[in-house]
Antibody, heavy 119, light 110 residues
Framework: EVQLVESGGGLVKPGGSLRLSCAAS????????MNWVRQAPGKGLEWVSS????????YYADSVKGRFTISRDNAKNSLYLQINSLRAEDTAVYYC????????????WGQGTTVTVSS | QSVLTQPPSASGTPGQRVTISCSGS????????VNWYQQLPGTAPKLLIY???QRPSGVPDRFSGSKSGTSASLAISGLQSEDEADYYC???????????FGGGTKLTVL
């Protein structure tokens, strides 16, 4: 079964850091670009970052550039998002998603992990 | 303000046909393909339409997508109560060098 499982969310103080993980199974992980998408409470979806299958191409939303770092370990079938200098507006459910169709054709999503930034 | 513009709400009665629009620009919809997502309350988004008008396996043919210039539309025919959800359009933006989503449309089945 094709599956993505996120972990690493939690409650963190402003200015703090977290590392989110996404464990993939059921498919050849290295063959797919992967994305992080977030959703603030009661708000819409926001694309955060994307990484190619080899890890050679990386893209970020302007809102997180310089603070977030996406990476992957194909040997471990895992995707990561290092989030630093957290702000209240980073509070959201963070989803990892597989890009099967062009850049934003995300066909498999995880259940999400919640990041809450509060003092 | 989202880069892609969707109406915040839409509604219809069972059996009706409803459309949801998504307006962008030359750097996103005008150049790249459009994807549509359905999000039921409390769940992760589900890919409904990719590459403007293609349905992934398992998506009913009641759902269809189209694109013209810098705008796209999602049509749902034979509306059912289980279609009540939030719908989002998405595309790559060459100017931003990143992905963009619409603000979402809440569909109510009356």
């Amino acid at each position: 079964e094709v599956q993505l499982v996120e972990s690493g969310g939690g409650l963190v103080k402003p200015g703090g850091s977290l590392r989110l993980s996404c464990a993939a199974s059921g498919f050849t992980f290295s063959s797919y670009s992967m994305n992080w998408v977030r959703q603030a409470p009661g708000k819409g979806l926001e694309w955060v970052s994307s990484i190619s299958g080899s890890g050679s191409y990386i893209y970020y939303a302007d809102s997180v550039k310089g603070r977030f770092t996406i990476s992957r370990d194909n040997a471990k079938n895992s995707l990561y998002l290092q989030i630093n200098s957290l702000r209240a507006e980073d509070t959201a459910v963070y989803y990892c998603a597989r890009a099967k169709y062009d850049s934003l054709g995300l066909d498999v999503w995880g259940q999400g992990t919640t990041v809450t930034v509060s003092s | 303000q989202s880069v892609l513009t969707q109406p915040p709400s839409a509604s219809g009665t069972p059996g009706q046909r409803v459309t949801i629009s998504c307006s962008g620009s030359t750097s996103n919809i005008g150049t790249n393909t459009v994807n549509w997502y359905q999000q039921l309350p409390g769940t992760a988004p589900k890919l409904l339409i990719y590459s403007n008008n293609q349905r992934p396996s398992g998506v009913p043919d009641r759902f269809s997508g189209s694109k013209s210039g810098t705008s796209a539309s999602l049509a749902i025919s034979g509306l059912q109560s289980e279609d009540e959800a939030d719908y989002y359009c998405a595309a790559w933006d060459d100017s931003l060098d990143g992905g963009v989503f619409g603000g979402g449309t809440k569909l109510t089945v009356l």
